[in-house]
């Protein structure tokens, strides 16, 4: 694969998952009817609702900065792994007649992300490589 296909290729990766993210804040924050029914479901309202934003907010940020998009893809691998989690154990796939949006939501953001990571990996031994050198 050339370079220039595959930079531009784990770029559309990176909007992907962080649009996605992005985009259900409102309804985490806001206090949205569907939001509030998941997590009450759960048995995490409102401090598991309010986390998952701020760790889905952090997550997106950390993936647009090219050098902690891997940090960024290992927290989103995180935070879908435990929707997706949720989804086949407590939830179902379809939540609220939502067709199963937020579970493909979910599956997309997730591999987006693993791919990232695989990308990206060599980040974190860069840092390591970093912290080993002051030592």
């Given at each position: ?28 924050f806001?206090?949205a ?18 986390g ?28 879908m ?54 030592w």
């Amino acid at each position: 694969m050339a370079v220039q296909t595959k930079s531009v290729l784990l770029w559309v990766l990176r909007i992907l998952a962080a649009v996605i993210m992005l985009q259900t804040l409102f309804y985490k924050f806001s206090g949205a009817e569907e939001s509030i029914y998941i997590f009450s479901k759960l048995g995490i309202e409102p401090w598991g609702r309010i986390g998952t934003g701020i760790g889905e907010l952090i997550a997106s940020v950390l993936i647009l900065i090219p050098a902690t998009t891997v940090f960024g893809a290992t927290l989103g691998i995180g935070l879908m792994g435990g929707a997706l989690f949720f989804h086949l154990t407590k939830l179902g796939i379809v939540v609220k007649d939502d067709s199963g949006q937020l579970f493909v939501y979910a599956l997309l953001v997730f591999v987006s992300c693993l791919i990232l990571a695989w990308a990206y990996r060599w980040q974190i031994f860069r840092l390591f490589q970093k912290q080993k050198s002051r030592w």
